[in-house]
Nanobody, 124 residues
Framework: QVQLVESGGGLVQAGGSLRLSCAASGRMFSSSVVGWFRQAPGKEREFVGAVTSSGDTTYYADSVKGRFTISRDNAKNTVYLEMNSLKPEDTAEYYC?????????????????WGQGTQVTVSS
């Protein structure tokens, strides 16, 4: 079993940056793919990006490509989401989640464990 806790959210002006953290417990974490998702009020949860268990490969949604970067430190059981050039449309609750295997990354139903989320608000 894996437990995930997100942190680092907050209020930032457009054009600013934030770094989210996803801290994990459980021995399966280091062998799991980690995805980041977000959900804005009234909208469905959407895929943001994912990183392989080793951290050597990442994949991003087109909406954040070039602005967001995912990295991980397995020694610290933590995955990071660095967000730059933030836009008001990035405002959402951000979640991390784990899954097995590098496939069907954008499908929320393929993820086994989820954190509770952290709120990111970008003001214009």
């Amino acid at each position: 079993q894996v437990q995930l806790v997100e942190s680092g959210g907050g209020l930032v002006q457009a054009g600013g940056s934030l770094r989210l953290s996803c801290a994990a417990s459980g021995r399966m974490f280091s062998s799991s793919v980690v995805g980041w998702f977000r959900q804005a009020p009234g909208k469905e949860r959407e895929f943001v990006g994912a990183v392989t268990s080793s951290g050597d490969t990442t994949y991003y949604a087109d909406s954040v490509k070039g602005r967001f970067t995912i990295s991980r430190d397995n020694a610290k059981n933590t995955v990071y989401l660095e967000m730059n050039s933030l836009k008001p449309e990035d405002t959402a609750e951000y979640y991390c989640a784990t899954k097995r295997g590098w496939s069907n990354l954008v499908n929320i139903h393929m993820y086994d464990y989820w954190g509770q989320g952290t709120q990111v608000t970008v003001s214009s």
